[in-house]
T-cell receptor
Framework: DAKTTQPPSMDCAEGRAANLPCNHS???????VYWYRQIHSQGPQYIIH???NNETNEMASLIITEDRKSSTLILPHATLRDTAVYYC??????????FGTGTRLQVFP | DTEVTQTPKHLVMGMTNKKSLKCEQH?????MYWYKQKAKKPPELMFV???????INESVPSRFSPECPNSSLLNLHLHALQPEDSALYLC???????????????FGDGTRLSIL
């Protein structure tokens, strides 16, 4: 499975959009981009995943570049409860989820 | 609220004890997973069960023994653990699909294990 690169930390004001970038330049054609987050003292929470098209659900939007080498997770209106570590994972035809170090998002009032 | 339930939430045990961690899901998922997470580190895969059969063992020491007695339950039996085994142990489940990459894993909130 391809590796990912994320900034170690980001800040975002409450009510503003949080845009979390992820680089996955070695992604191959059958690999999906997944996003999870982990709030302190909880298990990872699935957010969204996509292959090549942009995706949106009730939690977030996922924008994947045309060459698929990078993606951005967008939380449209961040709240204090969105403070967490966000993991971008590239997953192929395997049961394995290989977590990187993630981005620690701090939402401030 | 998570749909994957792990018990106990906290466990303290000595190095000579035998204990078990339990994971339960009622989403009809036929793949179940154990992960280990050390403090301030990302989760690391330990075991994968598919249709109640062990499919992946990530070279985990034999003092950790997984068991999947039925499609809803996953246990992790612990024996003769070391202090460095202190960690958060996470269970996850997912549907099984030929296009496995399409099926997200759903996690429980883990068991925080401390070895004295």
């Amino acid at each position: 499975d391809a590796k990912t690169t994320q900034p170690p930390s980001m800040d975002c004001a409450e009510g503003r959009a949080a845009n979390l970038p992820c680089n996955h330049s070695t992604i191959s054609g059958n690999e999906y981009v997944y996003w999870y987050r982990q709030i302190h003292s909880q298990g990872p929470q699935y957010i969204i995943h996509g292959l090549k098209n942009n995706e949106t659900n009730e939690m977030a939007s996922l924008i994947i570049t045309e060459d698929r080498k990078s993606s951005t997770l967008i939380l449209p209106h961040a709240t204090l409860r969105d403070t967490a570590v966000y993991y971008c994972i590239v997953r192929g035809l395997t049961d394995k989820l290989i977590f990187g170090t993630g981005t620690r998002l701090q939402v401030f009032p | 609220d998570t749909e994957v339930t792990q018990t106990p939430k906290h466990l303290v045990m000595g190095m000579t004890n035998k204990k078990s961690l339990k994971c339960e899901q009622h989403m009809g998922h036929r793949a179940m997973y154990w992960y280990k997470q050390k403090a301030k580190k990302p989760p690391e895969l330990m075991f994968v069960y598919s249709y109640e059969k062990l499919s992946i063992n990530e070279s985990v020491p034999s003092r950790f023994s997984p068991e999947c007695p039925n499609s809803s339950l996953l246990n992790l039996h612990l024996h003769a653990l070391q202090p460095e085994d202190s960690a958060l142990y996470l269970c996850a489940s997912s549907q099984v699909d030929l296009m496995v990459a399409k099926q997200p894993q759903h996690f429980g909130d883990g068991t925080r294990l401390s070895i004295l």
